[in-house]
C-alpha cells in the first residue's frame, strides 16, 4: 500500500524524462539573434549529422565519451550548447566546461550561455538572473535545481582542480596548453574529476591542429572513428565526402561538383539536402562501445553556411602559402597539417639566396643592430645582425675572436666591435644598440664581469633554457655574483631565453625566407657558416605520453653560427620591449635619418673590426 506522502516522495524521484539531447532541443531550443546566424526553434533537420552524435550524450545512452573532430562551420558549438541545455533542463548533475582560456570561458558564459539561458523558456525557469544578488549565478559557475555547471580555462590548474563532476565539456581542446601550471595534461586532469560517476558523460571537441600534437586526433584515433555516409544523388552509393573528389574547372570556384567515388559521376551542392538527410554515421574502426568519435569537414555545411564554391576559392587563395594553408586544412577539412618538421632548413638552399652586399655593412632597410655572443673555451662567436620592419633580418657581421674567455685580451676585441660604426647603404652609421652573451656555459664570471661593465652600452647576459613552450625572453631579473669570495651589489641582469622557441621562430622564417620577416646573408656567410646555422633539427620524441617537437643538434657538429643568430634575436626582442610596438621602425628610421651622422671622415678614425686575430673573409 503506498500512502500520499509515499507517492509524493516518489514523484521527487522520478527516472530522466527519456527525452534524448535532439529531441530536447527540437522541443525547447531558442537559438538567439545575438548569437546565431538563424535565429528561431532549434531544429536538428538542418544539421542531421549532429542527431547521433548528441544523442550519445542522452542520459539512456551507454556511451561515456564522444569525440568531435569537425570542421568549423559544421554546428559543433551549438551541439555542445545543447548538450548543457538539455543536462539543465532534463539531467541535472554537477558539469564542469573547460575552454582554452579562462578568458575563453568567460566569453563563453557572457555571450553563448547567457543568451541560451535567457532565450530558451525552460532554462530560463531554471537559472535565476546573473544580475540578482545570490542567484547561484555568476560568470563562472550556473546553480539549478540538481546541479551546477561550473566553467573555466585549460590554463587554470585551479580551476581543473575542482570539486567532482558527471559531465565533462573541452572544448577546441586543441588549443589548450600541453601542460597546465607543472601540473600535468588538463585534460587528463579535468578527466580525473568524473572517475566516481558511473554514468559520467564526457564531450572532447576541436579542430585539429598539427599532425602528431593534435589531441583531438589522437582521441579520435583511439575511437570507434565514424565518418558521416551520405548517398549519392546519382546512384545511390552511400560514401563519406573527401576533398580531393572536389572537383572544378581552373580557377573557376563556381563550377565546384563532387565526384561519386562509384558512378563517377559529377554532381552540384544543390543536392546536399538530400545527401545529408538521407545519411548516416557508420564506424570505420573496431569499438570499445564507450567512445564514439566523429569526423566531419566542411564539405557537409548546410547550404547557406559554407559552399563548396567557397571551400575552393579559400584553397585556391592559400595555395602556396604554408600558414594560410594549414588553417584551410586545420579549419575547413577538419584534418591534421603535416608538418615538414623534420626536414632541416637546407644549407645550400639559403648559400644560393645570398644577397650581394660587403661583410661589415648594413643593406637599405637596417635600421637597428644587435649582436649574439656564444662563449666557447678558447674563443668567442660574435655575430651582428640589422635589422627593419617587419624583424627582417640580416646577417651584417660573423666572426670568430680567437682567446681564452679567461683572460682579458679576448674581451677586448668584443669591445672593438661594440665600438664599431657599421656603414649603412644610405651613408650613415649604426652601432649595437642590444648585445647578448651567453653566460650558461663557459667562464660564467667572466661575462658577468664583462657584462656588469657595460650595462649602459647594452650589454646583457643570458642563458638558455630548452624548457618547451617558454617565452623567447624571460623577464630579467638581477644576478649577484660571488666572486672570489664577496658578493659584488652591482648585480647584472640575466634573461632566461626559451631557445627552443626562438628557433622555432628563426626555422620558420628561413622556411618561408621572402619579403616582410625574412633572414638574410651576404656574400661573406660561407658554407661552413650555415652548416653551422643549419645543423640543429627538430625531433619528435615523447613525454608522458605526448608527443613534443624538441630541437636536437646533428650529432658532432658546431653549431655557434646558430646561437649567435638565437641570441641576436633575443637581443632585438630586449631592445623592442622597451621601445613602443606600434611605431618603433619607424622612430628608428627617423633617428637613422636624422641622426646617424658620423660623416667618413671620423668613421675611418674607428677601429676597423678587422683585427689581427680576426679571420680574414670578414
Ligand atoms: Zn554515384
Known sequence: MVSPWSVGFLDGLRPEDPLTVSEWSDRYRRLSSKASAEPGPWRTSRTPYLREPMDCLSSDNPVQRVVLMFAAQTGKT????NWLGYVIDNSPGPMLCVQPTVEMAKRLSKQRLESMITDTPCLAAKIAPSRARDSGNTMFSKDFSGGIMMLTGANSATGLRSAPCRYLFADEIDAFPSDVDGEGDPVALAERRTTTFARRKILLTSTPTVKDFSRIEAEFQRSDQRRFFVPCPCCGAMQWLQWSRLKWDDGDPDTAKYECQRCGERFEEVHKPKMLAGGEWRA??????????????????????????????DFIRAKGDGPALKVFVNTRLAETWEEDYTAAVNADGLMAKRLDYEP??????????????????????VSVWGWGEGETGWLVWHQELMGDPTQLEVWKQL??????????????????????????????????????????????????????????????????????????????TLY????????TTLFGRLRHNEGSGSLNFGMAADVEYFKQLTSERQALRYHRGFPIREWVKKASSRNESLDCAVYAFA????????????????????????GGKTPLRSRKQQ????????????
Not at 551549438?78 to 550548447?81: D, L, P, R, V
Not at 661589415?360 to 662567436?381: E, F, H, W, Y
Open 78 to 81: 551549438e551541439a555542445g550548447s
Open 360 to 381: 661589415g655593412t648594413c643593406p637599405d632597410g637596417v635600421v637597428l643592430l644587435t649582436s649574439g655572443v656564444d662563449v666557447q673555451d678558447n674563443r668567442l662567436a
Open 607 to 618: 677601429p676597423a673590426p678587422a683585427g689581427p686575430s680576426f679571420v680574414s673573409n670578414w
Open 284 to 313: 570505420t574502426a573496431p569499438s570499445n562501445g564507450r567512445t564514439a568519435g566523429f569526423h566531419l569537414s566542411g564539405l557537409y555545411s548546410p547550404l547557406g553556411w559554407c559552399s563548396w564554391p567557397q571551400l575552393v576559392e
Open 496 to 503: 632566461q631565453l626559451g631557445t627552443d622557441t626562438i628557433k
Open 571 to 594: 637581443a632585438l626582442q630586449i631592445y623592442s620591449r622597451r621601445m613602443n610596438q606600434a611605431t618603433m621602425w619607424q622612430q628608428l628610421q627617423q633617428q637613422l635619418e636624422e
Open 415 to 492: 669591445d672593438q666591435v661594440l665600438a664599431t660604426e657599421w656603414a649603412t647603404a644610405s651613408g650613415k652609421s649604426l652601432k649595437i644598440k642590444q648585445m647578448a652573451i651567453d653566460s650558461g656555459g663557459h667562464c660564467t664570471h667572466e661575462t658577468y664581469n664583462y657584462v656588469r661593465e657595460r650595462a649602459r652600452e647594452g650589454v646583457v647576459a643570458i642563458k638558455g633554457s630548452s624548457r618547451r613552450n617558454s617565452p623567447a625572453v624571460g623577464k630579467g631579473t638581477k644576478v649577484d655574483v660571488n666572486w672570489r669570495g664577496k658578493v659584488l651589489k652591482k648585480g647584472v
